[in-house]
């Protein structure tokens, strides 16, 4: 071997181990929403504290993504270190084994913090399995204006049938003003997600201590024929294809009177870019049945979980606790001001008086989530945990084949009766199938 | 007797002709409008057609946001490689059974077409098992093998239909003149079989330029190609219409440009021995 050879070869080696431990890269999956892309633009702060970790996004379509990961976290196919998932996975995945307990989170991310509602439903046997990136629950938006005109004033906690007698008086359909705005689309997700709220804040429960479904029973009849009766009398026309998003448009374009939905929705409608009505906009909290001390119980977050398939999972926390932290919502805060913040995750953000200036609706936000108890969805005893959906895996399919029995009653195609006895049956025989009692 | 074609006649097929096209590509024309509009804009009632504020800020936020040069060569080497992929192993197999066929070569066609009745997602979790194995998620190498066995019946049945066109008694003659069965595929029938050859493929590339299915669940961000970028801009909770459309204009324009460059050799292709 040459002199020039071994040289070589010597400073091959040195280099070797003078360099830093390799990099890891973090592959990162999230749903496409205005918070989630935000924290990609700011996800050069994380970068700058932590150069030997390197991220790399992947964004779907919140359905696409969800069938997506579990897919991959099923199989253990380790494509992903982070995984942005719902507060109804969480539960049944960490049972399942496919999460990693958070159990390396700094002492200063101050985990008390954290509203207790989701604390408990991203939690199993005292372990946090997911943190949540942003929270949100349901509230009634309705425009003061049309409320005046009308000469009917809603209270801060309405009953429903204050509310569904405002949206018959605040609908002008000759001006295309509707009274009320609800979700019609068909999905666990869509109808269903309010469909179960607003059955529970009439005192129903989907399953009783046997796993027997309720469908028939008379507090889902009386709900889902005030639901039927006011999208027909006040709702807007094709509402039984109305999601969020269709509600949205039709709100932010002044069209709806009242509009029943996620909390988050109220950053979007009092957002004057986006917004003709963000002046405008008065809030309340879910309505209940006079009687029935149950304000819907919706509870949704967006959380970021660790699948027990990385090979990162220290970086994989390190990244979670940034992301969740105290400190992400003060730069998003002194970036884009306090509004931008994300919302309905940590009990300190809604003490912030500047917080509370910027945002008008925070007060009822956290009121609507601190009433949330998912350990108990309905006033009825149940054997599950939820609120706007039942935390079983089987309740995707069985809450999508139930939501497109109310749709079509929403569209006037079969009766409200025939519906729930038709979802009635469906419920049952996927129970059946999936092997309940268990 | 020969159908004499009035003026009239002619004039109403024509005006009926631009109205189907009108109706087919309007959602084309929507989805290019509304990439530049507001957000805003965007969701108008009632809708703006022309007369908006002419925005190109959803182009930016779309380029700033994803890596479109990646997705893009991604789509063109996974649609040009399942493509390739795949005339290479049906060209053999539909000469086989244009020019030697067997007593079951019919329900070997059958069978194979009958594959594509089955849904996708019912093999799903077998081939995500093997892929994870054979390390090749989220790799190119592995979605253009499963494109190209998801394509392979239409291409070889594409072909078979164009090889039967061919007198066998050409091919015969050149065997009689000495040559192997290699220079008589690739220097007698391919060059009578171009044109329908060059149509199985522009249609191959347009199918696996559009598969949303397993280009999206064997991907996730390395070999992700257009269709991964066009889902990252839908979202059921939020107002993203006139990105989404930008995202999607972005990601049609070039098979929209390849197709119109090559209408005339794909309609010529389809419609390959329909009329005798």
């Known amino acids: ?438 | 007797m020969a159908r004499t074609v009035t003026p009239a006649r002619k004039l109403t097929f024509t005006i009926l002709a631009w109205g189907i096209a009108g109706l087919i590509f309007f959602p084309i024309l929507w989805t290019v409008l509304t990439s530049f509009k507001t957000e805003a804009d965007a969701i108008a009632s009632p809708p703006k057609f022309l007369f908006f504020d002419w925005t190109l800020e959803n182009y930016a936020t779309v380029q700033e946001r994803s890596p479109y040069v990646r997705h893009f060569l991604n789509s063109i080497a996974i649609a040009l490689g399942s493509t390739l992929l795949g005339l290479a192993v049906a060209v053999p197999a539909a000469w086989s059974m244009a020019f030697q066929p067997a007593r079951r070569t019919r329900d070997v066609l059958m069978w194979m077409l009958s594959t594509k009745m089955m849904p996708a997602v019912g093999v799903l979790i077998p081939i995500y098992l093997l892929f994870r194995d054979l390390g090749l998620l989220d790799t190119r190498s592995g979605v253009i093998v499963v494109l190209m066995l998801m394509n392979l019946p239409i291409i070889v049945w594409m072909l078979y239909t164009y090889f039967r066109e061919i007198p066998g008694e050409i091919l015969e003659a050149a065997r009689m003149d000495g040559a192997s069965l290699w220079n008589e595929i690739r220097h007698v029938l391919l060059p009578m079989a171009l044109p329908g050859i060059a149509s199985t493929m522009l249609l191959n590339i347009i199918l696996a330029w559009n598969e949303a299915f397993w280009t999206l669940n064997l991907t996730t961000s390395k070999a992700a190609p257009l269709t991964a970028f066009i889902a990252s801009y839908s979202s059921p909770e939020g107002l993203f219409y006139a990105k989404l459309s930008a995202a999607s204009t972005m990601a049609i324009a070039p098979i929209l440009i390849m197709g119109w460059f090559s209408q005339k050799q794909l309609v010529r292709g389809l419609t390959f021995g329909a009329v005798k």
């Open chain 1, 1 to 438: 071997m040459t002199t020039m050879m071994r040289r070589l070869l010597g400073a091959c080696a040195l280099t070797a181990l003078a360099m830093p431990a390799a990099a890891e890269t973090l592959t990162i999956a999230t749903v496409n929403n205005g918070d989630m892309i935000r924290m990609q633009q700011m996800a050069e702060d994380f970068t700058a504290k932590n150069p030997d970790i390197t991220l790399e996004w992947v964004t779907l379509e919140e359905n696409i993504l969800r069938q997506r990961v579990t897919t991959d976290i099923a199989t253990r196919g380790g494509q992903y270190d982070v995984v942005t998932i719902g507060n109804y996975e969480v539960p049944i995945w960490a049972r399942q084994g496919w999460l990693m307990p958070l159990d390396q989170l700094p002492a200063e991310y101050d985990v008390e913090d954290l509203l207790p509602a989701l604390r408990s439903a991203l939690s199993q046997d005292g372990k946090l399995y997911a943190a949540p990136f942003y929270g949100e629950s349901a509230m009634v938006m309705y425009r003061t204006d049309l409320a005046e005109k009308a000469g009917v004033t809603i209270s801060e906690t309405p009953t429903w049938a204050e509310l569904l007698d405002a949206a018959r008086k605040m609908t002008d359909k000759d001006n295309e003003i509707y009274g009320i705005c609800l979700r019609g689309k068909a999905g666990w997700g869509e109808n269903m997600a309010f469909l179960s709220a607003m059955a529970n804040s009439y005192g129903a429960a989907w399953f009783d201590k046997d796993w027997k479904p309720l469908l028939t029973s008379d507090e889902w009849k009386a709900a889902a024929t005030d639901y039927v009766t006011i999208m027909a009398e006040a709702g807007p026309p094709g509402a039984s294809s109305n999601g969020f998003n269709e509600n949205l448009a039709l709100f932010q374009q002044g069209k709806c009177g009242i509009w029943i939905d996620a909390t988050v929705a109220a950053g979007f409608v009092t957002n004057p870019k986006e917004s003709t009505v963000a002046d405008k906009v008065g809030f309340a909290q879910f309505p209940n049945k006079e009687g029935v001390d149950n304000h819907g119980n919706w509870l949704w977050s967006w959380n970021l979980a660790v699948p027990a398939s990385t090979d990162a999972p220290e970086a994989a926390q390190t990244f979670i606790a940034w992301a969740t932290s105290k400190d992400y919502t003060n730069l998003v805060a002194g970036k884009e001001g306090w509004l931008a913040a994300p919302p309905g995750t940590r009990a300190s953000l809604y003490e912030n008086a500047e917080y509370q200036a910027a945002a008008p609706f925070a007060k009822l936000t956290l009121q609507s989530m601190n009433a949330a108890t998912p350990d108990r969805p309905s006033v009825q005893e149940t054997p599950y945990t939820g609120g706007q959906f039942v935390a079983i895996p089987e309740f995707q399919a069985i809450g999508t084949a139930v939501g497109q029995q109310l749709s079509a009653a929403v569209a006037g195609q079969v009766p409200v009766d025939q519906a729930l006895t038709m979802a009635q049956q469906i419920a049952e025989r996927e129970m059946a199938k999936a092997g309940y009692p268990k």
